[in-house]
């Protein structure tokens, strides 16, 4: 049985990033740790939601976060970002980690997930997201 996560050959979203995954980020069994994956899609989705809500802005929440497949040492990561919700303060950021293996393969997708981020005014409290 395929499920839609198998079956999907394209990313959703913008590309916002793409770094390379080093040695110095692997676990025991030479797998990249999760963390540093979901370290990049915070990464992603925080330039995403500063672009939308036009200033600072906090990770407030993981709301939903796949693992899919292993990140090995050499993997260029690609991360998608598109925006799922804006409320008056927060914005929800879907967002998705794709691989291309050894650098030239086609890319397959690891990772998905929904954060979501506050606005910030100057002061570091909530601040209403400008339409």
């Known amino acids: 049985m395929t499920t ?18 080093m040695p110095a980020d692997t676990n025991p069994a030479g797998d990249i740790f999760g963390g540093w994956v979901m370290s990049q899609m915070d990464i992603a989705g925080a330039i995403a939601a500063v672009e939308h809500a036009k ?3 906090a990770t407030v929440a ?5 693992f899919i497949a292993p990140v090995k040492i ?12 804006i409320g008056t ?8 980690a794709w691989i291309r293996r050894n650098r030239i393969e086609d890319r397959v997708k690891v990772t998905s997930g929904r954060f979501v981020y506050v606005a910030l005014g100057d ?7 400008p339409y």
């Open 4 to 21: 839609d996560l198998e079956t999907e050959t394209e990313p959703k979203g913008a590309l916002t990033i793409r770094t390379l995954a």
């Open 55 to 57: 200033g600072r802005v």
């Open 62 to 66: 993981v709301e939903a976060m796949s």
């Open 74 to 85: 050499g993997d260029v990561l690609c991360v998608y970002t598109s925006v799922d919700r």
């Open 89 to 96: 303060t927060s914005i929800t950021i879907a967002i998705e």
């Open 123 to 129: 002061d570091g409290k909530k601040r209403v997201i």
